[in-house]
């Protein structure tokens, strides 16, 4: 994954739950999202993306929370975007 743009907030140093995920994420090899970057650089700001993106997500809906998924995951792709 390219590095991000904004060194600060990618080479922040990660707290809990973040810092945990992290070491797990790059122990496997698995690279870590830029949005994850920016949640661990300011967890009292993105808490409010957080709390929505899972109502969006596992909110009452018509569309199923797996249908929900695979529509995100097909976008994700079609933009070339980790998912």
Known sequence: M?????DAVENHEAVEPHATMFTQMRAAG???????????????RTQYLAVFTQGVMRGPSPLPPWQRELIAAFTSKLNQ???
């Open 2 to 6: 390219k590095p991000m743009y904004l």
């Open 81 to 83: 975007c980790l998912f």
């Open 30 to 44: 698995v690279p870590i999202p830029q949005i994850l970057h920016l949640f661990a650089f300011k967890p009292e």
